[in-house]
């Protein structure tokens, strides 16, 4: 990547609009095909087990696959990703600290945890912002799975 002062980093292109949207449309079909049938049962009596993650996992495929169709129709040059895999990084460490809040504190912390964390490494640093989304999230799990 190159960066110009007066221009900013070097627009990305197609090619790799195209690679991004193969990997991640490809990351959500093997989510679907492997990872959430191995991690759900069968199920019994109502819905599936395995039905909200699916459903959910569809969904953001769906929603990559529009996105990348008009990032193609427009045309336009999209901007190069400022901090590269910094913010992956970050995500990555939100989603870390929440399995960890799953596997010692249960399904309410690990909400509160990947609530604030995930507001964190997106750059969120005011604290109704933070603590907000994480209290009522976690008062709605705590509701739901007690």
């Known amino acids: 990547?190159?960066?110009d002062p007066h221009t900013g980093p070097a627009p990305r292109s197609?090619?790799?609009?195209?690679?991004e949207a193969v990997v991640l449309i490809g990351t959500c079909v093997l989510a679907l095909a492997w990872f959430i049938p191995t991690q759900t049962s069968a199920g019994g009596f109502g819905l599936s087990p395995a039905f909200l993650p699916n459903l959910c996992v569809a969904a953001i495929a769906v929603l990559i696959a529009a996105d990348a169709v008009l990032r193609f129709v427009r045309g336009t040059a999209e901007p190069s990703y400022a901090?590269?895999?910094?913010?992956f990084m970050r995500l990555a460490a939100a989603a870390c600290l929440g399995t960890l809040a799953l596997r010692f504190g249960g399904m309410v912390a690990a909400v509160a945890v990947c609530c604030v964390a995930t507001a964190l490494a997106l750059g969120e640093r005011r604290p109704v912002y933070v603590l907000a989304p994480a209290l009522?999230?976690?008062?709605?799990f705590w509701l739901v799975f007690r």
């Open 14 to 19: 197609r090619v790799s609009l195209a690679i």
């Open 83 to 87: 901090e590269g895999w910094g913010a």
């Open 1 to 3: 990547m190159t960066t």
């Open 136 to 140: 009522v999230c976690a008062a709605a």
